[in-house]
């Protein structure tokens, strides 16, 4: 069976530091990966999409970056944290079969 | 561009009694209508979802129709349970390359 991970499931960091949040994948080849932040009270916004190693596609504009060194891998990094990058953060991967997304546990960014 | 407008954005019912969650999408050529549940601090699990060539579909206490012709579709939720108090989100493939765009999402309070 599939299984997504995250880690680190919490985070605090200060303002200005960098950020690298680490998703995997089990148990699927070749799969499309998401990530999402999910503002307090919001919904998700899709920040980035991957089709392949490699290959990422940014959705909306911000000091963030992805990317995909490794089949099913996925890696969430900022250079330098705002206080506006504080939320949840979801990866998922998309089955093929039937479109459904799977989510991972998500990790909690607060910064400071 | 692509767009779903899900409301209302919160929802208190008293257990036993049945909740309505309605959304509706911009882009006709969307053929895949999931919808997700998101407990507290978890990343959101799909409940339920309806392909274009039905107009509805049935899960024990959960059902979910579709009106292509007016783009709406909606969550129903029978005999209400303090479990089933959470955030529900709905979505719809945007298609091109995979990517499912998410409702704002609904905060559902069961009241014991």
């Known amino acids: 069976s599939q299984t997504i991970h995250q880690w680190p499931a919490t985070l605090v960091q200060p303002v200005g530091s960098p950020l690298s949040l680490e998703c995997t994948v089990e148990g699927t080849s070749n799969p499309n990966l998401y990530w999402y932040r999910q503002a307090a009270g919001r919904g998700l916004q899709l920040l980035f999409y991957s089709v392949g190693i490699g290959q990422i596609s940014s959705e909306v504009p911000q000091n963030l970056s992805a990317s995909r060194p490794q089949d099913r891998q996925f890696i969430l990094s900022s250079k330098k944290l705002l206080l506006s990058d504080s939320g949840f953060y979801l990866c998922a991967w998309l089955s093929s079969d039937n479109n459904e997304q799977f989510f991972g546990p998500g990790t909690r960014l607060t910064v400071l | 561009g692509e767009n779903v407008e899900q409301h209302p954005s919160t929802l208190s019912v008293q257990e036993g009694d049945s909740a309505v969650i309605k959304c509706t999408y911009s882009?006709?050529?969307?053929?895949?209508f999931p919808w997700y549940k998101q407990e507290l601090g978890k990343g959101p699990q799909l409940i339920i979802d309806?392909?274009?060539?039905?107009g509805e579909k049935k899960d024990q206490r959960i059902a979910v129709t579709l009106n292509k012709t007016a783009k709406h579709f909606s969550l129903h939720i029978t005999e209400t349970q303090p479990e089933d108090s959470a955030v529900y989100f709905c979505a719809y493939d945007s298609g091109g390359y995979q990517k499912v765009t998410f409702g704002i999402g609904t905060k559902l309070q069961v009241i014991p």
């Open positions: 309806i392909r274009s060539n039905v």
């Open positions: 882009d006709s050529a969307s053929n895949y």
